[in-house]
C-alpha cells in the first residue's frame, strides 16, 4: 500500500479542533488490554513496518473524522466497558484530543491504556510529538515499540507482539492485570456488513 510523504505534524493540524481522525472503533474488545474496553484505531503513522496488522492505517488522510464528545458518550453508553484502548496507526501523534477524551474516560471511572510504536524515552524527550507527556499522564498502561517482524510471538501467555516491545504499567493498580495475550483475535461484525478483526491480526477486511 502506497502513502504520502506527508509529516505527521502538518497532517493533525488539517484535524478539526477537538476532534480525531480514526481509522476504526469498536465498543466492546475483550483482547486489547485487561477486562471488557472500547478500542479506538486512529488514522495515521509513518513508520510502515513490515509484517503491521494494520496497513490501512498509514496514511495520515482524513478517514473518519469524529468529536471527542462524540466518541466519549459512545464509549460510555456500554456499560460493559471498563476501559479503553488507544491503537492505530499511532496514538501519539494525536496525544492531545485523545488526552482530553482519556479524561473524560477517566473521569467516568474507566481506565485507559495505548499502544505506540515509540518507545517511553521517546515520548518523554523533547523531540516526542505535541501533547505526549500529557496523554502519558492519563494512562494506566502503556506498551510501547514498533512491531518487529522478525522478533515476532506467537503466545497464549505474551501480551506483546515482538520481543522488543515492552509493557509499562504507569499506574499501580493494574500490575496484576497484564493478562491478554498477543495471539488472540476477534471477529466484530457492523451493522453495514463490514467486519473488524481485531487481536494479533489487527484490523482486516473479510469476504
Known sequence: METKSISPLLAVEEIPPGHLNIMGYVDKSEVNGPGCRAVVWVQGCPRDCPGCFNPDSWTFEIN????????????LNNPHNTGVTFSGGEPFW????????????????LNVMAFTGFTLKQLQSESAPPGSQELLEQLDILVDGPFVQSQAINSPTSPVSSTNQRVHVLNPEFADQISWASDQIEVHVLKDGNRIVTGYQGWLELT
Open 64 to 75: 473518519q473524522l469524529i468529536s471527542v464528545d462524540t466518541l466519549a458518550e459512545n464509549i
Open 94 to 109: 494525536q496525544a492531545p484530543a485523545l488526552a482530553t477524551l482519556a479524561r473524560k474516560l477517566k473521569a467516568a471511572g
